[in-house]
């Protein structure tokens, strides 16, 4: 017997996505997703077979979303001035999303037996590469790729966690940005003499 069409993944997915925004992971559960979709609980794990899958398509899409801020912001744009905007576009998407920038991040030990970020999670690390690769001349990029990655990610929780106290960051990410963005752009054959 066909189950009633009353829900559409869409539908949960932004409801779920609303309830974790606002109320954070500890909000956000198949109980509290049900009545806030007006469903009995069971509706939704013919979706979603549990929580943590449920938070893997968050994930997903958490995903998706920053590599296309990531893609707007470098489009048509130089490469140097391309990887300082999609670097930025980075910061804003951890700082607006912050519930589900922390999916993009959880530990392999949190997720269920085998599940891994999928296809968006490919996509948003072969943008970052395209970024860095238009930069240094390199389409592989990986190791800048991870420093940028890691500078980006080390700022976000340094920002969030409080550490940099009420004086914020007094001009720490500029200069630790054009630093390496200097330094990848000087990595480039074409700008490097010495290659």
Same mark, same amino acid.
């Given at each position: 017997?066909?189950?009633? /069409?009353?829900? %559409?993944?869409? !539908?949960?997915?932004?409801?779920? !996505?609303?309830?974790?925004?606002? =109320? ?9 997703? *049900? $009545? ?5 609980? =069971? =509706? ?12 893997? @398509?968050? &994930? ?8 296309? *801020?990531?893609?707007?912001? @470098? ?7 391309? *990887? ?11 700082? !607006? ?11 392999? $030990?949190?997720?269920? !037996? ?21 930069? =240094?001349?390199?389409?592989? #990029?990986? /190791?800048?790729?991870? @420093? ?23 001009? &720490? ?5 054009? /630093?390496?963005? #200097? ?6 054959? &074409?700008? %490097?003499?010495?290659?």
């Amino acid at each position: 017997m066909p189950y009633p /069409a009353k829900l %559409n993944p869409e !539908q949960i997915l932004d409801a779920a !996505q609303a309830l974790l925004e606002t =109320s954070g992971p500890d909000g956000l559960s198949m109980r509290t997703l *049900a $009545d806030s979709l007006e469903v009995r609980p =069971s =509706s939704l794990y013919r979706h979603h077979a549990s929580r943590e899958t449920l938070l893997l @398509a968050l &994930g997903e899409r958490a995903a998706l979303a920053l590599q296309e *801020a990531l893609t707007r912001a @470098a489009a048509r744009k130089k490469s140097r001035v391309g *990887a300082e905007a999609a670097s930025h576009a980075y910061l804003d998407y951890a700082r !607006q999303h912050p519930h589900l920038y922390a999916l993009l991040l959880l530990k392999l $030990d949190q997720l269920p !037996q085998g599940e891994r970020m999928g296809h968006a999670g490919k996509q948003l690390w072969n943008t970052l590469l395209d970024v860095v690769g238009a930069l =240094s001349g390199n389409p592989d #990029d990986t /190791a800048r790729a991870v @420093a940028l990655w890691t500078f980006l990610h080390g700022f976000v929780e340094l920002e969030r966690s409080g550490l940099f106290g009420a004086s914020g960051p007094r001009g &720490g990410l500029e200069v630790g940005l054009t /630093a390496l963005l #200097d330094a990848m752009a000087a990595a480039h054959p &074409g700008r %490097n003499p010495s290659s």
